[in-house]
């Protein structure tokens, strides 16, 4: 399996959860790493991205600087750590690789995570 997640769970309004996401290789088709989200009944949605190396992590508009995605080249993962969790934020998380940021931007992922739910409960 590329790409094997861990993290998700329950967790109560304005409560915190960090995603981990291990890549099995690093390889020229998955220069750069992100997280997508999948709600019920709605499209899967960019998260936040970031290249292995140079630029800097990118995000979706609904983040506000409540998630940091970082990166530990050693041990071929990345991680999502998620804050001041809100309802909306509930979904099914996806890691995801691409051979550059701007694949992941638009969606053109080479290789999926299996998903991993996190729920906020009111």
């Known amino acids: 399996v590329p790409l094997v997640e861990s993290g998700g769970g329950l967790v109560s309004i304005g409560g915190s959860l960090r995603l981990s996401c291990t890549a099995s290789a690093r390889t020229g088709d998955r220069n750069a790493m992100g997280w997508f989200r999948q709600a019920p009944g709605k499209e899967r949605e960019f998260v936040a991205g970031v290249p292995w190396h140079g630029m800097s992590p990118e995000y979706a508009d609904f983040v506000q600087r409540r998630f940091k995605v970082s990166l530990d080249n050693a041990k071929k993962s990345v991680y999502l750590q998620m804050n001041n969790l809100e309802p909306e934020d509930t979904a099914v998380y996806f890691c995801?690789?691409?051979?550059?940021?701007?694949?992941?931007?638009?969606?053109?992922?080479?290789?999926w995570g299996q998903g991993t739910q996190v729920t906020v409960s009111p």
């Open positions: 995801a690789a691409a051979a550059t940021i701007a694949d992941i931007l638009n969606h053109e992922v080479r290789y």
